[in-house]
């Protein structure tokens, strides 16, 4: 596993114009590895394979998450 120095995060596009405290970030420059953090709490970093972010992210998309209902 990599060190955790090595993960260069970036905000998402959704956070990068506003004045949100807590924002996802995630880094891909790893190969092999999708590491993702909260701006407000960026010693805690969850890694993922860049298989297992996709899955996620397609059932982010497709609704499977959606915590308005």
Do not use: H, Y
């Amino acid at each position: 596993m990599s060190k955790r120095s090595e993960f260069e995060f970036v905000t998402v596009a959704a956070c990068q114009n506003t004045v949100r405290k807590a924002c996802p970030q995630v880094a891909v420059n790893v190969s092999g590895v999708v590491a993702v953090r909260d701006s407000e709490r960026p010693d805690e970093i969850v890694t993922m394979s860049p298989e297992s972010w996709a899955a996620f992210t397609a059932a982010v998309r497709a609704g499977e998450f959606d915590l308005s209902a």
